[in-house]
Nanobody
Framework: QVQLVESGGGLVQPGGSLRLSCAAS????????MGWYRRAPGKQRELVAT?????????NYADSVLGRFTISRDNAKNTVYLQMNSLAPEDTAVYYC???????????????WGQGTQVTVSS
């Protein structure tokens, strides 16, 4: 069982920055691939960014955030981050942290989600 807790969301003006954090429980954080997803009102959840297990290299960014957002991880702190720069109103959403476990885990135990943190970009 993996527990994920997001933090760092809030209200920011267009052009501003926020850094989201996701703290994970457990002793095996380093082997989890991690990701950030978001859900805007009236829209489906979409991928924002993902990062590989281990030392971590970004593996995917949504086209809409490429060049503005950066995903990173600190395995010593069991934490994954999403640095968000040049925020725009269309970035307003609830941001969710995801942990994806290796294939040797049972399929029903491979994906975990946090409760989300609200990001609002508005003047």
């Amino acid at each position: 069982q993996v527990q994920l807790v997001e933090s760092g969301g809030g209200l920011v003006q267009p052009g501003g920055s926020l850094r989201l954090s996701c703290a994970a429980s457990g002793d095996d954080f380093s082997i989890y691939a991690m990701g950030w997803y978001r859900r805007a009102p009236g829209k489906q959840r979409e991928l924002v960014a993902t990062i590989s297990s281990g030392t971590g290299t970004p593996t995917n960014y949504a086209d809409s955030v490429l060049g503005r957002f950066t995903i990173s991880r600190d395995n010593a702190k069991n934490t994954v981050y999403l640095q968000m720069n040049s925020l725009a109103p269309e970035d307003t959403a609830v941001y969710y942290c995801n942990a994806h476990l290796p294939r040797w885990y049972r399929p029903e135990q491979r994906d975990y989600w946090g409760q989300g943190t609200q990001v609002t970009v508005s003047s």
